[in-house]
């Protein structure tokens, strides 16, 4: 069950066009929790990957610093995505109206939107971008903890630390790459996306327009071209 | 300082030239350890700790004359004992000296991402400088000696210097100035191996160990540290002397190709939302759509 069918969706407001409740209060929550303290792991993570970055390890107070603070934050921002799964796992669920809008991906890319199929709240990239951001994040946890708890893991299980090493940083990388197209589709290219994920509202325009089976169900409408 | 950065060959998490690099004579200093005349009676340990002002390590008591499991961060210079039983039987109490091995490739500074944490002197010593650790730990899955120790308390790891201190005045390092037996010698690599040489040829024609040899191992380019063994076919039963050693091949990949990738691809994401905005701009609600509100 979507955690937004049980909270009011459209909401009057005084010499405003209608607005939709895309996103609660909690799920606000999660996402800048998830995103602020992703923000500081890719900052110190850079850090300690590569000397052209290291200097970044001094926005954060210090090599030193990062590092005893680095795996403690890691722990928040898994925990966040985990409270993420908890909360969106079924509006992440591949449908056939994604499949059928995955075929039209060009358009929208090019943004030619109006010959895309109409989807769901979510579609279907944001929803690759969940799942990699979830499995990448339990990639990142485990193999997070064994270079974190070095010193404890015994000489005969060194394995463990030579796998982790390799599988952190390219979870972190593959990670780094999503993040990047999220932030850049989050705040510059999908107009109105920025501000439905601080305040929680768009426009019911928006909501046609993007999501226009979502909008259906939370307003009860039929769609207007049908 | 700047005596030292004269000296250094390689920095470890260091980006541009390694200031100072080809400034001096590359002499390469060598330990030669020769566990066919070490008699285990522990005087190099003292020595080390002595020295490095090192406080009293707790002993662990493993059935054998060995004063604890491995090497720690409060105990460089560890004399590892071996009961090893040989293939007609006999016994033979094998004894090796274990400290850093002071690798001509150290694994600890390719996998250190702290610029200048790790660095080799032009003589070739590996030392730690703990004033720019950042306590990661990746030293420690770098090494494939098992030689870096953490520290919990001051969150940095530590090692043998190879006694850096008094190398750079003239002097052998204390275990070597401690051994009573004269197992120990320090010299340049090149005299240390026709010594190696000399020794083991000796153990093979007249003292009847077959297999005698010097363990100077390839995987890491050679050591700064080398031994004469009985038997240089079976290293590992020396306290778990490495055959093959090398740096670990996901630590290689990580470090070099794996980063190369990861920063064009990082760097090609940036480009590709650039040249994608540019090329076709933000998604907007149209305004036929818009005027659609009630």
């Known amino acids: 069950m979507s955690s937004t069918t049980a909270l009011p969706h459209t909401r009057a407001r005084s010499g405003s066009d209608d607005r939709i409740l895309r996103y609660t209060f909690a799920e606000r929550l999660i996402h800048w929790a998830a995103g602020l303290s992703y923000v500081y792991l890719l900052v110190t993570g850079l850090a300690f990957w590569s000397p052209y970055f290291f200097w970044l390890a001094d926005l954060a107070g210090g090599g030193p610093t990062a590092r005893f603070w680095h795996p403690w934050i890691g722990l928040i921002w898994f925990v966040a995505v985990f409270w993420m799964y908890t909360a969106w796992h079924d509006d992440m669920r591949t449908t056939a109206a994604d499949r059928e809008w995955a075929k039209h991906i060009g358009d929208y890319i090019r943004n030619e939107d109006e010959n895309l199929p109409p989807i769901g709240r979510f579609n279907i990239g944001q929803k690759q971008f969940f799942w990699l951001m979830f499995f990448g994040g339990i990639a990142l946890v485990l193999s997070g903890a064994a270079l974190w708890l070095v010193n404890d893991i ?52 928006w909501a046609r327009m993007h999501h226009r089976l979502w909008y259906e169900k939370v307003t009860g409408t039929a769609s207007p071209k049908k | 300082m700047s005596q030292a950065t004269l000296r ?34 522990k005087a190099c340990e003292i020595a080390c700790q002595e020295w490095n002002d090192l406080p009293f390590a707790t002993t662990t008591f493993d059935n054998t004359y ?20 040989k293939e007609d039987g006999s016994m033979m109490l094998l004894m090796r000296k274990d400290q850093c091995m002071h690798c001509a490739d150290p694994g600890c500074l390719r996998a250190c991402p702290s610029d200048g944490a790790i660095v080799q002197y032009t003589n070739g010593i590996v030392d730690f400088q703990q004033d720019h650790c950042i306590g990661c730990g990746y030293c420690i899955t770098g090494c494939p000696f098992n030689i870096p120790k953490f520290n919990p308390t001051t969150k940095k790891v530590y090692k043998c210097t190879l006694c850096s201190d008094r190398v750079s005045n003239g002097l052998e390092p204390a275990c070597i100035k401690a051994c009573p037996t004269g197992c120990l010698h320090f010299g340049t690599k090149d005299d240390m191996k026709v010594l190696a040489e000399k020794r083991a040829t000796q153990l093979r024609e007249h003292y009847g160990f077959e297999n005698a040899g010097v363990y100077d191992p390839p995987g890491v380019s050679g050591t700064g540290v080398i031994y004469v063994l009985h038997d240089v076919t079976a290293p590992e039963s020396y306290g778990g002397l490495p055959a093959n050693p090398s740096i670990p091949w996901t630590v290689r990949l990580w470090k070099t190709p794996l980063k190369w990738l990861g920063n064009f691809a990082m760097l090609g994401g940036l480009v590709g939302v650039t040249l994608h905005y540019l090329r076709f701009g933000p998604k907007t609600v149209p305004d036929d759509e818009a005027e659609k509100r009630p």
Not at chain 2, 66 to 85: D, G, R, S, V, Y
Request: charged share 15%.
């Open chain 2, 8 to 41: 250094v060959q390689k920095i470890s998490g260091h980006a541009g030239p390694i200031p100072g690099e080809g400034m001096q004579r590359e002499e390469q200093v060598c330990k030669l350890v020769d566990t066919t005349t070490c008699i285990g009676c």
């Open chain 2, 66 to 85: 060995q004063t604890m499991p491995q090497t720690a961060w409060n105990f460089w210079n560890l004399i590892k004992f071996n009961e090893h039983e």
């Open chain 1, 154 to 205: 015994p000489w005969s299980w060194r394995w463990l630390r030579y796998s982790a090493v390799l599988l952190h940083a390219v979870a972190a990388l593959v990670t780094i790459g999503a993040f990047i197209i999220h932030v850049y589709m989050g705040t510059a290219m999908v107009r109105g996306g920025f501000t439905s994920i601080v305040r929680g509202e768009v426009t019911a325009a």
